[in-house]
């Protein structure tokens, strides 16, 4: 099999490239990837193993047509990472979320469509749904995002499914709550923190902390992707949730404790502009007829992502602190990136 994977040299989809080629999914050991990334700032090279023989890098931007042509001709299916991922950017300026994630899903479905490509599969978020006061969101819960990226994401997500209605691409959608683990851009809530910490820098909190997020490793995010790419029904949408719950306010206190700081450390700020209060996944269809279930206990995980910051300074001060200004604050939610 040869896939195409856009973002790949992003948090996740990185992730995925990675556990691929080492053989952590079944029936891929001789599956070879093209990565297709951009390189913004949330994107490094670094992330990927340069020197696999399976592994082709190809910097560039799935909303260049010609490149898409060029480049998709050979490969039997197409794995969606690409997106600009971070709600506080999206607050300050909307425009490059409509036009990656919109525009550019559009552009790369049409070239899949010219070139053959028939497999699909896009890689989407829970806060495409809103927010929930109570229960858990299945698949076929109305779609009422609250911020200009989770728009951006509810909009790529319709026009992947219009491919698969109109044309008849096979099109598979994942929404996966929040992700955390190694190798995430500090920009995000949990690498922000820790990475304040082992500064000696406070950490700001949004108002009382109160917000509920589900928190999902990124590992079991990327196993749920390979069973979705294998076995996923054309035109099912399946959520991939952390089958736990947590106000920001416990995770603050729990990286406190990691790092060894206390509540002195915290430094309240205001608001979100539409912060969401409540994210919460019904994963019932992916356990049932894909096998799904995270492995990983949180505890163990979040232990495990602040040894990692900790143990790789190199990497993270470099995605925090680079040389050129990107120009916009570093803030918040472990969304997908």
Not at 59 to 65: L, Q, S, Y
Not at 136 to 163: F, G, H, M, Q, V
Not at 316 to 328: F, M, Y
Request: some cysteine.
């Amino acid at each position: 099999m040869r896939l195409l994977v856009t973002g790949g040299a992003g948090f996740i989809g990185s992730h995925f490239v990675r556990t691929l080629l080492d053989g952590g999914y079944p029936g891929h050991d001789t599956t070879t990837v093209t990565v297709l990334d951009k390189l913004t700032y949330a994107g490094n090279r670094d992330n990927l193993p340069a020197r696999d023989p399976r592994l082709t890098f190809v910097r560039g931007d799935i909303c260049d047509p010609e490149l898409l042509h060029t480049l998709l001709p050979g490969h039997d299916a197409v794995v969606h990472f690409a997106a600009e991922s971070h709600v506080d950017r999206s607050l300050a300026s909307a425009t490059p979320f409509i036009t990656t994630n919109v525009a550019g899903t559009q552009i790369l479905l049409d070239a899949c469509l010219a070139t053959g490509v028939n497999r699909f599969l896009h890689v989407s978020t829970d806060e495409v749904y809103g927010s929930i006061t109570h229960g858990s969101w299945t698949e076929e819960w109305p779609l009422a995002p609250n911020s200009p990226y989770a728009a951006s994401k509810a909009s790529s997500d319709l026009i992947a499914r219009a491919y698969w209605r109109t044309h008849g691409l096979n099109v598979s959608i994942t929404r996966c709550s929040n992700n955390y683990g190694p190798h995430q851009h500090p920009e995000k809530l949990i690498p922000l923190f820790v990475t304040n910490l082992l500064e000696g820098r406070p950490v700001p909190l949004y108002g009382d902390g109160a917000n509920i997020r589900e928190w999902l490793h990124v590992d079991d995010h990327c196993r749920a992707l390979a069973l979705v790419l294998d076995g996923g029904r054309p035109g099912e949408i399946y959520n991939i949730g952390g089958g736990n719950e947590q106000t920001n306010r416990h995770i603050t206190e729990r990286l406190l404790d990691l790092c060894g700081a206390d509540t002195s450390m915290i430094r309240k700020v205001a608001d979100r502009k539409g912060h969401d209060l409540r994210y919460a996944l019904d994963e019932t269809k992916i356990r049932e007829e894909l096998g799904y279930a995270p492995r990983i206990p949180f505890e163990q995980g979040l232990a495990g992502t602040v040894a990692w910051y900790r143990d790789n300074p190199g990497w993270w001060k470099a995605a925090k602190h680079p040389s050129s200004d990107h120009s916009a604050p570093l803030h918040r939610e472990g969304t997908p990136s």
